[in-house]
């Protein structure tokens, strides 16, 4: 296994559920990898799951200021990079009249805005060729209830997939996305529902699911190192949907 032997990586939101998986799968495939997370309990953990060959350190995904301060840390350690998954999001579901400006807010900040500046404060460390990922969603795709406003930041970072990679292929750094369904991770614990709410949640979604399950961390991993190694070498700008069938329906 050394899809990605020799080959640096950034992986953000790291420490948990997808992102911890992928880390885990690059460290596999020969690459060195940086980490960022936000929980210091996670962030423990991670180190210990992750061993020696891992950065992790703690990030604010959704401030400007700290995108630099992802980069030089980085920099610093690597010296270069060749691979990034922008994993770092939070998922906040309700209803339009339970909408206020603080939680509009947080979301674009950590889904669209975050992102957006971490690319920029990487470019002078990206090396040539690189690979940059962005983690989107179906819920761009789809009129699911509740999720407007998830859905708007995950509809912007899928565009902004394709227009950044117009722009960044002459610096030979191809940006592509993947747009994963509903995943067994720690995700939906977090949405602040109650046992018997969450399990009315968890069987609607498996109701349109052609799959007939949810996804595993592990498969979305898989399509990550291709991105990242050099098998996607043509790839530019392209969506990967990981849903099950979900958004066929």
Do not use: C
Not at 104 to 124: E, H, W
Request: aromatic share 6%; proline share 4%; hydrophobic share 45%.
């Amino acid at each position: 296994m050394s899809r990605l032997k020799g080959k640096k990586a950034l992986i953000t939101g790291g420490t948990t559920g997808i992102g911890l998986e992928t880390a885990a799968r690059f460290i596999a495939e020969g690459a060195r990898v940086a980490v960022t997370g936000s929980n210091p309990a996670n962030i423990e953990q991670a180190r210990k799951a992750l061993g020696p060959s891992a950065l992790v350190f703690r990030a604010d995904a959704g401030n400007v200021a700290s995108q630099k301060d992802v980069a030089k840390t980085v920099g610093d350690a690597f010296g270069k990079l060749d691979a990034v998954f922008i994993n770092a999001g939070v998922a906040d579901f309700r209803p339009v009249e339970q909408w206020d400006e603080a939680g509009f807010d947080r979301s674009i900040a950590v889904n669209v805005k975050g992102p957006y500046f971490l690319v920029q404060a990487l470019l002078s460390i990206l090396n040539d060729p690189a690979s940059i990922v962005l983690n989107t969603s179906i819920n761009a795709h789809l009129g699911m209830p509740n999720s407007s406003v998830y859905a708007a930041t995950k509809a912007a970072l899928l565009s902004m997939a394709k227009t950044l990679s117009g722009e960044l292929i002459g610096r030979g750094v191809r940006v592509n996305a993947i747009s994963p369904g509903p995943i067994e991770t720690p995700l939906y614990g977090k949405l602040g529902l109650g046992k018997s709410d969450l399990d009315a949640m968890t069987k609607s979604i498996l109701g349109q699911i052609p799959a007939a399950r949810f996804g595993k961390a592990s498969e979305i991993a898989d399509a990550v190192v291709f991105f990242a190694s050099d098998e996607s070498a043509f790839t530019v700008g392209s969506e990967l949907v990981i849903d099950g069938g979900m958004s066929n329906l």
